[in-house]
């Protein structure tokens, strides 16, 4: 049966570089075209961790050699990410999707997403951006400047980490519901979304990152999808994650979820903002499905052969 599926894709499944995001775009078109193959209606949202990093260090270490080039905000940055993922995103679609003689195209929504400037989030930034370093080389950047903090990401190095507000609104969500409604592959909230407040009639950027799981959550909700399929490196949740007691789920009900959140059973900034959205999804709507797996047993996920699906 048709679905029309939310897929929540890590930035760090999109390379580290640019050589790197051309093949890890054109792997990951392949289970996207999959499901597109087999009827199903897909919307994307993409994170954008490395990239933004990448992109904020560069015109970063730019700013003080080359005197027309200052340092960018991170809205700037997200809206550039924003664009060259969605691009790559694109390209590799449409090559997949013509080899199988499917006439469809993705398009690339710049999109904005609404923050409350009082989300408790600002005083606590958690959301990991840019590249691993060493204890050594974090702590020599935060000396070198106290603004930036720096902390363990799930035992793989440390990363910088700034604000991640909750989402409560889609600017775009009209034009990208009008999109969906058409037949288009739309990719949107790419990194999460623009973090924007309101100012008067206008709308105001806001230093922050929104977590994509997030936004793809309220993305799910704001196009009816039947299905919020969250995307990462491994094929189901586990809880004693790397322990001896390590064990794979592939059923999670709401109350399970909680309890394993309460016990710290999923690292801040990995898994643990996956399965709160995929929670609040299925909380939402418990006649719904929210799913967590890799990416390359999407398909095998939606037709349930694999990954975690967390159910009322």
């Known amino acids: 049966m048709s679905e029309r599926i939310v897929l929540a894709l890590g930035g760090n499944a999109l390379g580290n570089n640019l050589i790197e ?6 792997a990951a078109a392949v289970p996207i075209a999959d499901l597109i193959e087999a009827g199903h209606e897909v919307v994307i949202c993409h994170g954008n961790g490395p990239q933004v990093g990448m992109i904020d260090l560069a015109f970063e270490a730019a700013s003080h050699t080359v005197d027309t080039v200052d340092a960018m905000p991170l809205s700037t940055d997200g809206a550039m990410s924003q664009g060259y993922i ?12 013509r080899q199988r003689s499917i006439d469809k195209v993705a398009a690339s929504i710049v999109t904005q997403v609404l923050v409350d400037p009082d989300d408790p989030a600002f005083k606590n930034p958690v959301k ?14 935060m000396q070198a400047d106290p603004s930036i903090t720096l902390r363990q990401d799930a035992g793989r190095g440390w990363r910088r980490v700034v604000a991640s507000p ?26 999460g979304g623009l973090p924007v ?5 206008g709308l105001l950027p806001w230093e922050a990152v ?18 919020f399929m ?42 643990l903002p996956k399965v709160q959205a995929a929670m609040r999804f299925v909380r939402a709507h418990p006649e719904r499905k929210a799913l967590i797996t890799s990416l390359e047993h999407a398909l095998d996920g939606i037709e349930g052969r694999t990954g975690t699906l967390v159910t009322a």
């Open 21 to 26: 995001q051309r093949l890890a775009v054109a």
């Open 210 to 227: 929104i977590d994509k799981d997030s936004a793809g959550e309220l993305l799910a909700e704001s196009v009816d999808a039947s299905t």
């Open 86 to 97: 969605g691009f790559g995103i694109q390209k590799a679609l449409y090559r997949e999707l």
């Open 230 to 271: 969250i995307l990462t490196v491994v094929e189901r949740v586990a809880i004693d994650f790397g322990k001896p007691t390590e064990r794979w789920l592939s059923r999670l009900s709401l109350e399970e979820a909680e309890a394993y959140c309460a016990e710290g059973q999923f690292a801040p900034g990995s898994m």
């Open 128 to 141: 990991p951006i840019g590249s691993f370093y060493t204890q050594e080389e974090a702590e020599a950047i």
């Open 197 to 201: 407040v309101r100012d008067g009639a």
């Open 166 to 191: 909750e989402p409560l609104e889609i600017i775009e969500i009209e034009v990208i519901r009008s999109m969906v409604e058409c037949g288009h592959v739309v990719v949107a909230c790419g990194g």
